[in-house]
């Protein structure tokens, strides 16, 4: 890699005309042209090989700082990280439950996993609350009754505080009144 692909374009390294003149800016629409388009693949390259750097410069940084490190320093770390990704994965937990329950009885169950905190449902075992869970979807429905589906029960009793049908239509009362249905 040459130091020269790091280094910013300068403003008369970009696309000119035939006099050697930079280009004005052209419509957003417009084709870029072979000189454009040259310009294009250029700055590409140039990102491109500058992502790479900065990776490799940071894996480099990261060796010189785990090497002055002690071991109790590293397990620490790889410890801190096996939590996070233990809580993260505790967090997908209760969602997949939370959408899981709310499959029967709401519109989108996704909607019922962004109202309610994941952590309000997970003991300290990592263990999911299913009851408080459903009390919870059954409140949420309480508050929000339009998250719910077409027809489905505002709780999860099973139907038990089920309404009233929906009143007949006015076609369907006279075809009643004149004997047709």
Known sequence: MSE?????????????????????AVEPDAPLGPAGEKALDEWKRRAKEAEKASREQAKRLQAIEDR???EVQRA?????????????????????????LAAATFADPSDAAAFLDPSDFMDDDGDVDSKKLEKA??????????????????????GARRTADKPPSMNDLIRQKAGLG
């Open 76 to 100: 620490s770390e790889r410890a801190e990280a096996a939590e996070k990704r233990a809580a993260a994965m505790a967090q997908r937990t209760v969602r997949a439950e939370v959408r899981a």
């Open 68 to 70: 002055d490190k002690t």
């Open 4 to 24: 020269t692909s790091a280094e910013p374009l300068e403003p008369g390294d970009g696309p000119q005309d035939a006099d050697g003149q930079a280009q004005t």
């Open 137 to 158: 979807l059954a409140d949420l429905l309480k508050r929000k009754p339009h998250l719910a589906k077409e027809g489905a029960p505002p709780s999860f009793d099973g």
